[in-house]
């Protein structure tokens, strides 16, 4: 709740381009799919260059949270699915990897702080906050993220962000 708290009193959302800001996350999330020789695989339904107000190093963290967590329990050359399309005059971004999905108890508790769905970790560089924090930053722009898995197999994060003037 502190780190939220912070985030919160450092929240500084902007009006941005979401095109160019897509095309810096996607170059950041490319170089990140290279070190597991992933195929990135992005789709993007969004037409124009619409404006949007986010928190763009908050925003950008959140997302590269859930990134890492998706290469992370990919396999070395599969492939990692991104989605970005407006609905509902909110921002939708689906982040699908080709790993072995969430299990019951991820999908439950995966946002809680210091949730680690594989027990046989007990490195630190595994703290089990990642998608803590993405949820957190999430919430702050009003938003919402939401787990499940693919029928295709893998674990799917969509993050919902409506598109709205912060004051």
């Not at 929240?11 to 170089?31: G, M, T, V």
């Not at 492939?79 to 970005?84: K, R």
């Amino acid at each position: 709740m502190i780190a939220k708290e912070n985030n919160l009193r450092n929240f500084q959302p902007e009006k941005i381009s979401l095109k160019d800001f897509l095309e810096e996350l996607n170059q950041a999330i490319f170089a990140l799919a290279k070190t597991k020789s992933l195929l990135l695989d992005c789709q993007n339904a969004i037409s124009g260059d619409p404006e949007i107000s986010l928190d763009k190093s908050l925003f950008q963290r959140a997302w590269m949270n859930i990134i890492s967590n998706a290469v992370e329990h990919s396999p070395r050359r599969s492939q990692l699915l991104l989605n970005y399309r407006i609905e509902d005059n909110s921002l939708l971004m689906t982040c699908q990897d080709s790993g072995p999905g969430f299990s019951p108890e991820a999908l439950k508790k995966a946002h809680l702080r210091f949730f680690k769905d594989d027990k046989s970790r007990h490195d630190n560089s595994h703290l089990g906050i990642g998608l803590t924090i993405a949820e957190n930053i999430t919430q702050l722009h009003q938003g919402q993220l939401t787990l499940d898995n693919a029928e295709s197999g893998g674990a799917r994060v969509i993050v919902r962000v409506p598109i709205i003037e912060f004051s």
